[in-house]
């Protein structure tokens, strides 16, 4: 039976720091005042140690409710340990939706974890889940909504900046939120900025709202990405500052943007290096930096690649900086790369 120390109010406070000295205090239930007593609920004690604070009740306190802290959490008597070991606990928050991995092996839980993190997250509309891995050149990952209503089309904002996008027709990744700030304030005035895998803009649309005094240049083969790109820049009041292009680098560089760069952002990680060709036509006469992004084990891996496909042309890597985790024993690296012509 639930026990209950019943004390004077007037000793009410000393005996609560007793209490919590000896660990007695019961945090499921509330602590009651009446006009001439307070009542702790307390748990398994010992009657010698707390005898000279008050008398032992068996007066009902009233549960308090507790809302679970993870999804483990509110899934742990839903799902059978090895379930429970099985369950991915990483998840991205996009806006009002959330996107996560259910393993193959929880397919036939997948309404019931989709259902338990609206619970959780009272504030956001829908699950989807991870029907496969980024694939095409418009780097597009199939998603699946197992909660919730509505479509994967989002407001997303970060670092001030507003980004509307469907997260099922383009890539995005929160992830890079600190490292696209670390480059938008890498950015100078009057630079030329030419973003090569722009996406929805979240690159370009934060350095033009950093460095009012530049221009940027963004390319994207995922003409869905640009069309949102255009609304975003509108939303961010930058569309001055950024001039957007949907089409393949590799032919819209030569054609269009042939030396005009004074910095590049090369954000394509797995093959980024079959465009660095492209990147050095696209830079201005005197040279300028590149950012390049690739999946590696180390940094001394990175400057290897970077040098061994620059070869001759006259460089200088100023930093190679670990963006974020990507596989067992491989992370996705920035080379902030110097060319001089």
Do not use: W
Not at 263 to 269: A, T
Request: hydrophobic share 40%.
């Amino acid at each position: 039976m639930e026990k209950s120390l019943k004390v004077f109010k007037k000793k009410a406070e000393s005996s609560r720091q007793k209490l919590v000295q000896l660990n007695y205090i019961d945090n499921s239930r509330k602590i009651i005042s009446t006009k001439e007593f307070v009542y702790f609920p307390i748990k398994d004690f010992l009657k010698s140690k707390i005898n000279s604070l008050g008398t032992i009740s068996s007066k009902k306190l009233q549960t308090i409710k507790t809302m679970p802290h993870s999804l483990s959490e509110i899934l742990s008597k839903k799902l059978t340990k090895k379930e429970l070991t099985q369950l991915k606990k990483a998840f991205d928050i996009f806006g009002d939706i959330i996107i996560l991995e259910v393993p193959p092996e929880l397919k036939k839980k997948e309404k019931l974890i989709g259902d338990s993190l609206l619970k959780l997250y009272k504030n956001r509309r829908a699950v989807f889940k991870k029907t496969g891995a980024v694939k095409g050149i418009a780097r597009v990952r199939p998603l699946k909504r197992i909660a919730g209503t509505g479509t994967s089309e989002v407001i997303y904002k970060e670092h001030g900046c507003t980004f509307k996008f469907d997260i099922g027709k383009m890539f995005f990744t929160p992830r890079l939120a600190t490292e696209r700030k670390i480059i938008a304030d890498k950015v100078k005035p009057n630079e030329t900025v030419l973003c090569m895998f722009a996406g929805v803009g979240p690159f370009a649309i934060l350095i033009a709202k950093t460095q009012t005094r530049c221009k940027v240049i963004a390319l994207d083969i995922n003409k869905s990405a640009i069309d949102y790109l255009k609304i975003n820049a509108n939303l961010n009041k930058v569309s001055e500052r950024i001039s957007a292009y949907a089409g393949d680098s590799k032919i819209l560089v030569p054609k269009k943007f042939k030396e005009s760069a004074d910095r590049i952002i090369m954000n394509l990680p797995k093959t980024s290096l079959n465009f660095l060709p492209t990147a050095l036509k696209a830079l201005n006469k005197n040279g300028g930096i590149i950012h390049y992004y690739t999946f590696k084990a180390t940094k001394q891996e990175v400057s290897a690649e970077v040098k061994s496909r620059l070869g001759d042309k006259k460089h200088k890597i100023l930093a190679v900086r670990k963006v974020k985790p990507y596989a067992p024993r491989e992370y996705c690296f920035c080379a902030d790369i110097k060319i001089y012509k």
